[in-house]
T-cell receptor, first 111, second 111 residues
């Protein structure tokens, strides 16, 4: 089973709202990732968690705040976003940073 | 120079033909390579990975790796209209825990 789940599927939020994206995997993977993908572009890495510790932050603005409560869960807290942050947000997981399996994504629209 | 490069396409092939997708990479330290398929509006799906020089076959898909030439390819035999998608080539870079994507090649399989 290579399933990664993400909620919600779609999210519309205003620039003053606070919301969270959630990701869950039950494959026993020890690495989890957040990516951002704009239309017709490849996924861009945002954050990497390895053994529940943040190991990579790709200079992401502080309005995005990741959290890894346990080895199966990954959250992305959103606050004061800009319209240009509208994108598909993808979560992925892997065992030992090799094959990465993506969730279905959350389509975020910032109004 | 981009770390992972692909032609954006579109690459059009007739149904039943072999589709050949190519990718080059610049980091000689990269050891692990992946092909993802992404349908419009969906998340990337891992279809092949290759770590050693040579060919690796899985059903209609063959991945080829040539580390001396820094070249990775994906062959799709007996192409079907359902293979029409964007194919993303990716490599592990940055010391081992970062997946870097090419810009993707759009494949169109025509009836």
């Amino acid at each position: 089973d290579t399933e990664v789940t993400q909620t919600p599927k779609h999210l519309v939020m205003g620039m003053t709202n606070k919301k969270s994206l959630k990701c869950e995997q039950h494959m026993g993977h020890r690495a989890m990732y957040w990516y951002k993908q704009k239309a017709k572009k490849p996924p861009e890495l945002m954050f990497v968690y390895s053994y529940e510790k943040l190991s990579i932050n790709e200079s992401v603005p502080s309005r995005f705040s990741p959290e890894c409560p346990n080895s199966s869960l990954l959250n992305l807290h959103l606050h004061a976003l800009q319209p240009e942050d509208s994108a598909l947000y993808l979560c992925a997981s892997s065992q030992d940073h090799y094959e990465q399996y993506f969730g279905p994504g959350t389509r975020l629209t910032v109004t | 120079q981009k770390e992972v490069e692909q032609n954006s396409g579109p690459l059009s092939v007739p149904e039943g033909a072999i589709a050949s997708l190519n990718c080059t990479y610049s980091d000689r330290g990269s050891q692990s390579f992946f092909w993802y398929r992404q349908y419009s509006g969906k998340s990337p799906e891992l279809i092949m990975f290759i770590y050693s020089n040579g060919d690796k076959e899985d059903g209609r898909f063959t991945a080829q790796l040539n580390k001396a030439s820094q070249y990775v390819s994906l062959l799709i035999r007996d192409s079907q209209p359902s293979d029409s998608a964007t194919y993303l080539c990716a490599a592990i870079t940055g010391g081992g825990n970062k997946l870097t994507f090419g810009t993707g090649t759009q494949l169109k399989v025509e009836l």
